[in-house]
């Protein structure tokens, strides 16, 4: 064909490019070849499929919550508060950060949601006569009981939905890993590590001949009710490293006057890498606090206003209730295992480009076949034209024995 593009022919540029079976008879090739694809099995298998549990079926989570605030049994004096003001018939002097304290029942300073909760630390009534402010005392002995209802939400028809109730589940209160040591000093009783009853982790990694144990400490209940686990409003501010007198809101006053914005994340654990699904699945809270914030809820426009300022908690779930599925694990399968096509490209690209008999390799492994067109025209001679063809491009050879046949 004279049609060209670029200096190649249409058949050169358009070439239909099949893989071939090729032997190449050199061990060394054939070794590397191997332990690459052995490499690749031991990686996927391994790593992928059973340490990552790649064969389990992790939906997402939706979660459902019922809380209860109880105040203590046993009230604290108000002379033993240092932000309450003491009032008398005589006199009534308060410090610049102390208002008036009263005593309440823990439902009557409790607004709950599935989603969020919100624990009052100051309440303003006001109306046409009166503007009354005043703290809640003693709220860091007030105990508050959570019962989620975690569920997982099927995407497939194959996917089963379950319910896990929290009585179900062990819970725990996470410790910040750069404050584990602040509440280690202030609660050494409440802070316990490697106790796996606990749910304490420890990882253990060897590297270049030094152990290192990296550990996570996690706080136990105050409390415990029907399997329900009861903390107390000082130790979820305790493994924040905040306490209600912290200035942390952004008119530089303290959480108790102005509230704090906590997204309280409720991360659940049904399966541990290099494990498996455990046995008994458990959750743990993680208590963030939002960098200078307040929260304040005012009440109705009516003739008594009441407003309420305090710990906001935005409750979200995290985590998973995986379970076995053997379609997951076939799928992880067909597609992880793909990988192995790599290995014959990285053997190919170093027996070419970088092994000293690169070009040997390379004519082994590649085959090109004629001009098709060209093959098509002899095709169609008869034997005189092509033995005229033959002499033409040979002349000096005689060529009538190769047409004898």
């Known amino acids: 064909m004279r049609f060209r593009v ?9 070439a239909y490019r099949v893989p071939l079976q090729a032997v190449v008879k050199d061990c060394r090739l054939g070794m590397l070849n191997y332990a690459l694809m052995i490499g690749i099995f031991v990686y996927v298998m391994g790593f992928q499929i059973i340490y990552q549990c790649r064969y389990l079926v992790k939906p997402d989570i939706e979660l459902s919550m019922r809380t209860t605030l109880r105040a203590p049994h046993q009230a604290t004096p108000f002379e033993e508060l240092p932000y309450c003001c003491i009032q008398t018939s ?28 919100t624990v009052v630390t100051r309440r303003r009534i006001r109306s046409e006569v009166m503007d009354q402010d005043e703290f809640v005392a003693d709220l860091e002995s ?13 995407k497939e028809p194959v996917h089963e939905t379950q319910v896990m109730p929290g009585n179900a589940m062990r819970e725990a209160l996470d410790t910040p890993s750069n404050l584990a040591g602040r509440v280690t000093d202030h609660a050494p009783c409440d802070l316990e590590q490697g106790s796996r009853a606990v749910r304490t982790r420890s990882s253990m990694f060897k590297l ?23 903390f107390k409003i000082s130790t979820l501010l305790r493994a924040m490293g905040l306490s209600l007198e912290t200035h942390r809101a952004a008119h530089n006053e303290t959480i108790r006057h102005r509230g704090l914005v906590v997204m309280l994340l ?15 699945p458990f959750f ?19 003739e008594i206003i009441i407003d309420d300022y305090g710990l906001h908690f935005l409750v979200q779930p995290g985590g998973t209730l995986a379970h076995f599925s053997f379609n997951q694990f076939l799928e992880e399968v067909t597609t992880s295992l793909a990988l192995l096509a790599a290995s014959g490209i990285v053997v190919k690209f170093l027996a070419v480009y970088l092994f000293p008999l690169g070009g040997v390799y390379d004519e082994a492994m590649t085959k090109t076949s004629p001009d098709i067109h060209r093959v098509e025209k002899l095709m169609q001679m008869s034997q005189e034209e092509l033995q005229q063809q033959h002499q033409s491009i ?3 050879r005689r060529c009538a024995a ?3 046949w």
Do not use: W
């Open 266 to 280: 409720m991360d659940i654990h049904s399966y541990e890498y290099g494990h498996g699904l455990l046995k008994e």
């Open 90 to 117: 005589v006199s009534s002097t308060c410090g610049p950060e102390q208002l008036a304290c009263r005593r309440y029942k823990g439902q009557s300073v409790l607004h709950s949601s599935e989603e969020a909760l």
């Open 394 to 396: 040979f002349p000096h």
């Open 208 to 230: 270049a001949g030094i152990l290192l144990d990296f550990q996570v400490g996690y706080i136990k209940a105050d409390l415990m009710h029907n399997g329900n686990e009861i």
């Open 402 to 404: 190769f047409f004898a």
């Open 6 to 14: 670029c200096g190649l022919t249409l058949n050169e540029l358009f």
């Open 284 to 302: 743990v809270l993680k208590p963030i606090p939002a960098n200078r914030s307040e929260f304040g809820n005012t009440g109705a426009d009516t």
């Open 142 to 154: 007030f105990t508050l009981l959570l019962e989620p209802t975690v569920f997982s939400i099927a």
